[in-house]
């Protein structure tokens, strides 16, 4: 069964304190108006992790149909679990849709799942950030980016800053009016005024690319 998220912050606190330390981002939520992030919900890590590498570099729609087949033949086995993943054949996963690079991925995404180095999703929620991102970027094809992801729109954590995210660092560079690209630590850098919010920050600066 699907379990629902829910933001580990009070958003109307986390506004009131990016207005206050930001007149730029404040102007932003003037404009975009209320904050409306939208949780993902999801099964287990191994079935938002499974999700992520399917995405990676395809469309939208591509990938859907992918992840269809693919969770199709996992029910088979016996549901989308790392185990049912260790049944699976080479052949069908690859007739799924699959890349070598995705099956070998999700071939050790169901290994580190049942030898614990992906935690449950409940165990989840009581890990820290940075210990979450150690564990988790252990799994092959897993990034940083995603497990930032993951954090923000499935486990709801309040201060997460993804500046490898190449909307935030535009968005970053038109809100703040910067000539060049600004890298990485220049972001984090600024961003210490907005923990311990930099997730509803990061929501804001998205925002503001849909936004005129």
Same mark, same amino acid.
């Given at each position: 069964?699907?379990?629902?998220? #829910?933001? #580990? ?8 304190? @990016? ?36 995405? #990676? #570099? @395809? ?27 260790? %049944? ?11 890349? *070598? ?67 935030? *660092? ?6 703040? %009016?910067? %000539? ?17 919010? %930099? ?14």
């Amino acid at each position: 069964m699907k379990k629902k998220p #829910q933001y #580990q912050y009070d958003p109307t606190t986390a506004l009131a304190h @990016l207005r206050e330390v930001d007149a730029e981002l404040a102007a932003v939520i003037e404009r975009v108006g209320s904050y409306a992030l939208e949780m993902h919900e999801t099964g287990s890590l191994f079935e938002a992790m499974l999700r992520s590498i399917v995405y #990676q #570099q @395809l469309h939208g729609k591509a990938a859907a149909s992918i992840l269809a087949r693919v969770r199709a033949e996992l029910e088979r086995h016996g549901g989308v679990t790392p185990e049912a993943a260790t %049944r699976a054949s080479d052949e069908l996963l690859r007739a799924a849709g699959l890349s *070598r690079n995705k099956l070998l991925a999700i071939r050790d995404l169901a290994a580190r799942c049942l030898d614990g180095t992906v935690p449950t999703f409940a165990a989840a929620r009581k890990l820290a950030d940075a210990e979450l991102i150690e564990r988790l970027t252990a799994v092959r094809g897993i990034g940083p980016w995603t497990v930032h992801m993951l954090l923000i729109f499935h486990l709801g954590r309040p201060d997460v800053m993804p500046t490898g995210d190449f909307a935030i *660092r535009l968005a970053f560079k038109k809100l703040y %009016r910067k %000539r060049k690209d600004p890298t990485p630590e220049h972001i984090v850098k600024h961003a210490r005024k907005w923990e311990p919010y %930099r997730s509803v920050a990061s929501w804001y600066l998205w925002r503001s690319l849909d936004t005129p």
